[in-house]
């Protein structure tokens, strides 16, 4: 497939055209082949990235957020010293703090899509291209505009918009309108397309599963609108679609089908290239993720992608044995000439649409004065405020528990509910301040007396080591009368924190007749708050009242009490199925 760099996403006139394939023609094989690679950045200083930029000759970089200032410093660099302009992303999922750490969050995408406004999903895009902008970035991995289907996906559970097709593709055009303002490439994610499958892409292969039909109802026909609109690029996932390559090769082995679209030609190229004519600029998903990296050796892999339809390659592992290996694929024909040709005018058309060819290296970048002045600013930090007011869900209801007032409930029990507490969580101590703690000192502020439980696990790791073996062995005789839970307290409220980009499952202690466990929703009046992953309710079925925040940042927490002590009310509608399919989360 030829590109057609006069129409969308590109629209080049004769004299963007012209760099494009003057460049490309002045290009050496080494410099053609790194252009391919997208590096991520293990240092900011001068010489590690000058070095990176003349030992690989890089296509561009994607980093991990610092401060505004270190990233713009970084970025300046990279930039002034690149023989070819760089296309440098972040992942602007949720906002400028994607780009920089005192970048303004404004919303997970769930959250946005809970306002039903598509208003937010704009204002989203438009404060991710602002402080992207000034620090430098000039392309976003975001929208997720993955269709959240499948309750226990552990990949976005939060971090795609909805599972439903029309209000994910009006979402994703608001956020690419508001990002694209400020000279910003878009990259929808993931191709072909997660929600579906319940794995994890990091740790294990992942299927898309739906048939072709089902395949252009939902995912082709968000794609298919985004590339209508425009949409200058897409990052592939590690997640295959069997139906589609039976589709293009009834013949196809199983292997063949079950490989990820990141290697997978029916998938890239028959499927987006020539039944979509998708024309825009394809990154693969990172390159050390298990789905990828065990599909065939390594040496293979990189490029396989490329000859497969990707045109950059996410990261390396080894940069010396990467670039080597994806020379080598070129050398011995598996990239051809006209695919690495194809792929680099596809890069370069990207940067000369985004006008990087017309400005001077030390002209790429704004002064450092004016990028400071667009970052975290009051007004763009009062977009988030309002989201949270907007999207707070009351999913569930069954009792006529609002407004709650320390008139008719002033002894609150807050409950401290957890997941899995193992991997890196564990290793950076977790959340400095838990929700439960925030809630207390809101709560109190409006005159409740507020108790939080300590679990039974906290109290037996109190013990003396010698005394812990007996007390866990105690744990089921810990059981008491419930009129004592009944005099303690008017009111529970159980608040789960469990990180959604897990498996998102609530770990309940080995403990009876303790206030861990709700059990007790038909003894006292109990409200249970989620304040991360939207899809507690399957490992809470009991509760009579349940509320999805989508995050627990401080502001959050606030609109959460303003709403239930009835000074505003709940307005959020659920963008997924909370209830996961189940017929007793209902009632």
């Not at 920089?100 to 991710?128: F, H, L, Q």
């Not at 299927?207 to 395949?215: A, D, H």
């Not at 293979?300 to 670039?323: R, V």
């Not at 929700?435 to 300590?454: M, N, Q, R, Y």
Request: hydrophobic content about 40%; some cysteine.
């Amino acid at each position: 497939m030829r590109v057609d760099l006069t129409t969308k996403p590109y629209n080049l006139d004769a004299e963007g055209i012209k760099w494009v394939k003057d460049t490309i023609a002045g290009m050496s094989v080494e410099e053609k082949i790194g252009q391919l690679f997208i590096n991520m950045g293990s240092e900011r200083t001068e010489e590690y990235l000058t070095g990176v930029l003349n030992n690989y000759h890089i296509g561009g970089v994607r980093y991990n957020p610092g401060m505004a200032e270190e990233v713009y410093e970084q970025n300046k660099i990279l930039q002034e010293n690149s023989k070819i302009p760089l296309l440098i992303a972040a992942n602007t999922e949720a906002g400028g703090n994607g780009a920089c750490k005192d970048g303004t969050y404004i919303g997970v995408e769930v959250k946005i899509a809970a306002t039903n406004d598509t208003k937010y999903a704009y204002e989203m895009g438009r404060v991710s291209g602002v402080e992207a902008a000034a620090i430098g970035c000039n392309w976003s991995f975001a929208p997720i505009v993955d269709i959240n289907r499948n309750w226990r996906n552990p990949i976005i559970a939060t971090r795609t918009w909805s599972g439903d097709v029309d209000k994910t593709i009006a979402l994703s055009l608001a956020y690419m309108k508001g990002i694209q303002e400020s000279g910003i490439a878009p990259a929808a994610k993931h191709f072909p397309g997660d929600g579906i499958d319940e794995r994890d892409q990091h740790l294990s292969f992942s299927v898309n599963p739906y048939s072709t039909e089902e395949w252009d109802a939902t995912f082709g026909k968000v794609y298919g609108t985004l590339f209508d609109a425009g949409l200058p690029s897409i990052m592939a996932g590690h997640i295959s679609l069997p139906e589609y390559v039976k589709h293009f090769n009834p013949e196809a082995t199983v292997q063949e089908q079950i490989l990820p679209a990141t290697l997978n030609k029916y998938i890239l190229t028959d499927l987006l290239r020539d039944k979509m004519g998708f024309n825009g600029l394809v990154v693969t998903d990172a390159s050390h993720m298990v789905a990828m990296t065990s599909a065939m050796k390594r040496q293979d892999m990189l490029p396989t992608a490329i000859a497969a339809g990707s045109d950059l390659f996410l990261f390396f592992n080894d940069p010396d044995e990467d670039f080597q290996w994806m020379l080598d694929g070129y050398n011995n024909g598996v990239i051809t000439d006209d695919r690495l040709e194809e792929a680099l005018t596809r890069i370069l058309g990207t940067k000369a649409a985004l006008g990087l060819h017309k400005k001077a290296k030390t002209e790429i970048l704004p002064s450092k004065e004016e990028a400071m002045a667009k970052i975290g600013l009051p007004e763009n930090k009062a977009i988030a405020v309002e989201v949270a007011d907007k999207a707070i869900t009351l999913v569930k209801n069954n009792q006529n528990i609002f407004p709650i007032s320390p008139e008719k409930t002033k002894r609150v029990l807050l409950v401290n509910v957890e997941g899995h507490k193992g991997g890196f969580g564990a290793m950076i101590g977790g959340e400095a301040v838990r929700p439960v703690d925030t809630l207390k000192g809101i709560l109190e502020a409006e005159g409740f007396e507020v108790s939080i439980w300590e679990s039974t696990e906290e109290r037996i790791n109190k013990l003396p080591e010698e005394e812990r073996a007996a007390a866990v062995a105690n744990v089921y005789a810990q059981k008491r009368p419930i009129k004592e839970l009944i005099a303690a307290y008017d009111l529970i409220i159980n608040v789960a924190s469990v990180q959604p980009n897990t498996d998102q499952r609530i770990q309940w202690p080995a403990s009876k007749g303790t206030p861990d466990i709700p059990f007790y929703v038909h003894e006292i009046p109990t409200i249970f708050v989620s304040v991360q992953a939207p899809n507690h309710l399957a490992d809470v079925p009991q509760v009579q009242t349940y509320i999805n925040t989508y995050d627990s940042k401080d502001f959050t927490l606030q609109a959460l009490v303003n709403k239930m002590v009835g000074r505003s009310e709940f307005t959020g509608v659920s963008p997924v199925d909370a209830f996961c399919g189940f017929l007793d989360t209902r009632y």
